[in-house]
């Protein structure tokens, strides 16, 4: 085995995490604290932002840059990279785990979902890796890149046209960059989480779909008692950048069905096609009204 192949130590690294105010990246920034990383911590949120930091120092965990930023916004990565490479030196470890969600049927789906997805979901990690990687080729001392993405970068999940245009666009940077930077040491992880219960799940909003329903409550509930915790999550992910694998899975139904994908595509779409309709009988009336109105 290579030695840069072995397992990726994260004690004494410099770490990048956005979106570490909440959900995955908050749990993602106090798990790596815990190996001894030096945390830089960025979120579009400046006081939860700065609780997070607070919370790590505490644990005894040490923080260096922390800065509310969007990551949409290129000229503001661009500083926050340039600031944090000028004070830090070169990153050894850049965490992309900002993103936002808006789901929706095609009809109902407005362009400024679309647009937000891409925007913040694709764009943003890429303004992440403009910013950062060229320092950490630069230094010529290896890393890791770990974008993530999503179970709706790797499968068709209902309703998430908008949110898979930005996901399976991460999924395509990572898998360009996993080979194109391995010659600089730098491994690339993406990890594709499936259910994770953070309190987005429970004020979702989804364009044309009433999620105040009993049906949809009741799917709501599946989905929740499938889910993972963001602590558990976090485990998951470190655990994929220490090993370097490029898939991390946070749960095991995404990874069968990631298999089954591949191995048995006849039995991808069945189950596709079930979860479809399981989902579509929970649109409110007035949507499959208007539907009705336009067949």
Same mark, same amino acid.
């Given at each position: @085995?290579?030695?840069?192949?072995?397992?990726?130590?994260?004690?004494?690294?410099?770490?990048? &995490?956005?979106?570490?105010?909440?959900?995955?990246?908050?749990?993602?920034?106090?798990?790596?604290?815990?190996?001894? /990383?030096?945390?830089?911590?960025?979120?579009?949120?400046?006081?939860?932002?700065?609780?997070? /930091?607070?919370?790590?120092?505490?644990?005894?965990?040490?923080?260096?840059?922390?800065?509310?930023?969007?990551?949409?916004?290129?000229?503001?990565?661009?500083?926050?990279?340039?600031?944090?490479? #000028? #004070?830090?030196?070169?990153?050894?470890?850049?965490?992309?785990?900002?993103?936002?969600?808006?789901?929706?049927?095609?009809?109902?789906?407005?362009?400024?979902?679309?647009?937000?997805?891409?925007?913040?979901?694709? @764009?943003?990690?890429?303004?992440?890796?403009?910013?950062?990687?060229?320092? @950490? &080729?630069?230094?010529?001392?290896?890393?890791?890149?770990?974008? &993530?993405? %999503?179970?709706?970068?790797?499968? #068709? @999940?209902?309703?998430?046209?908008?949110?898979?245009?930005?996901?399976?666009?991460?999924?395509?940077?990572?898998?360009?960059?996993?080979?194109?930077?391995?010659?600089?040491?730098?491994?690339?992880?993406?990890?594709?989480?499936?259910?994770?219960?953070?309190?987005?799940?429970?004020?979702?909003?989804?364009?044309?779909?009433?999620?105040?329903?009993?049906?949809?409550?009741?799917?709501?509930?599946?989905?929740?008692?499938?889910?993972?915790?963001?602590?558990?999550?976090?485990?998951?992910?470190? /655990?994929?950048?220490?090993?370097?694998?490029?898939?991390?899975?946070? %749960?095991?139904?995404?990874?069968?069905?990631?298999?089954?994908?591949?191995?048995?595509?006849?039995?991808?779409?069945?189950?596709?096609?079930?979860?479809?309709?399981?989902?579509?009988?929970?649109?409110?009336?007035?949507?499959?009204?208007?539907?009705?109105?336009?067949?």
């Amino acid at each position: @085995m290579p030695p840069w192949r072995r397992t990726f130590d994260l004690a004494g690294r410099d770490v990048l &995490v956005t979106g570490a105010a909440s959900g995955i990246g908050r749990a993602v920034a106090l798990r790596v604290a815990r190996d001894g /990383a030096r945390l830089h911590l960025t979120d579009l949120r400046e006081e939860p932002l700065r609780a997070v /930091a607070a919370e790590v120092r505490a644990a005894g965990g040490e923080v260096g840059l922390v800065r509310a930023a969007d990551v949409s916004d290129r000229t503001a990565v661009l500083a926050l990279g340039a600031d944090l490479t #000028a #004070a830090h030196g070169p990153m050894d470890v850049v965490m992309n785990v900002a993103g936002i969600s808006a789901w929706g049927t095609v009809r109902s789906l407005e362009h400024h979902h679309w647009r937000s997805m891409v925007d913040v979901n694709l @764009m943003g990690p890429i303004h992440v890796i403009e910013a950062l990687l060229p320092p @950490m &080729v630069d230094a010529g001392r290896g890393g890791a890149l770990v974008n &993530v993405s %999503s179970a709706a970068g790797i499968i #068709a @999940m209902p309703w998430h046209a908008a949110y898979s245009a930005s996901k399976f666009g991460l999924r395509g940077v990572s898998e360009v960059l996993r080979f194109d930077l391995a010659k600089h040491r730098i491994r690339v992880s993406l990890v594709c989480p499936g259910g994770v219960a953070t309190p987005l799940t429970e004020t979702v909003q989804i364009a044309g779909v009433d999620t105040t329903t009993p049906r949809f409550r009741r799917l709501l509930g599946r989905f929740r008692s499938h889910a993972v915790t963001p602590e558990q999550a976090a485990e998951s992910i470190v /655990a994929g950048v220490r090993k370097g694998r490029f898939w991390v899975y946070t %749960s095991t139904d995404i990874r069968l069905l990631h298999l089954l994908q591949r191995l048995f595509p006849p039995g991808y779409r069945l189950a596709m096609t079930v979860f479809h309709r399981a989902a579509n009988a929970a649109l409110p009336e007035v949507e499959r009204a208007r539907r009705a109105e336009v067949a």
